[in-house]
Each structure stands twice: as C-alpha cells, then as structure tokens.
C-alpha cells in the first residue's frame, strides 16, 4: 500500500528557507519519478518540482533556483529544500508520483508553509 507523509512546513518570513520531507512506504519509490505539488487557497494544485529514480531533476519556472528536490531511496525519502520563500510560495505541500496513473489513492495530508511577515 502507498501512502505518504509530508513534514518540515511551517511559518517563515520572506526570504526565509525551508526543508519539506516526504516519507512514502510501500516498495515503488526507488522505482518512480517523485513529485512536489503545492496548492494555495481557492487555486488548483500544482506540480511545482520532479525527480526521477536517477536524480534527473525538473522545476517549475516559478521556483527555479531556488528550489531543490532531491531523494533517499534508501530512505524511501524525497525532500524539497525552499530558500528564498516569497509570500506567493504560501500553500499546502504535497507529494505523490506525478506519472503513476493511480496517484489520485496517494495523497497524503500534506504540510502547510506559510510566508508571512
């Protein structure tokens, strides 16, 4: 079974950093490309950062530079370092498989980062 855990949001003024953890159990993640999704209040979520099984990394234009995913699959772990947060980054954090068609029984509860003066 696949679920996922996301921690590390919090309050953070602009220009602050933060460091988001995804936990996924079950025994596909070393297998699949992970993603980073976020959804702010009255949007639609948004895929904001990948990472394949190799490393291989993608970004929305909107954090480029100055976001950075990366994974343990050791760990079974994928993380999103934020620097440089804006208030605009203010949304609820979520992981999942962006390119496995079952990902819509994945999500997980989420974390909320708040960029806030």
């Known amino acids: 079974q696949v679920q996922f855990v996301e921690s590390g949001g919090g309050l953070v003024q602009p220009g602050g950093s933060l460091r988001l953890s995804c936990a996924a159990s079950g025994t596909i993640f070393n297998m699949l490309v992970v993603g980073w999704y976020r959804q702010a209040p009255g949007k639609q979520r948004e895929l904001v950062a990948t990472i394949t099984s190799g490393g291989s990394t993608n970004y929305t234009d909107s954090v480029k530079g100055r976001f950075t995913i990366s994974r343990d699959n050791a760990k079974k772990t994928a993380y999103l370092q934020m620097n440089s947060l804006k208030p605009e980054d203010t949304a609820v954090y979520y992981c999942?498989?962006?390119?496995?068609?079952?990902?819509?029984?994945?999500w997980g509860q989420g974390t909320q980062v708040t960029v806030d003066s």
């Open positions: 999942n498989y962006p390119k496995n068609p079952n990902r819509d029984r994945y």
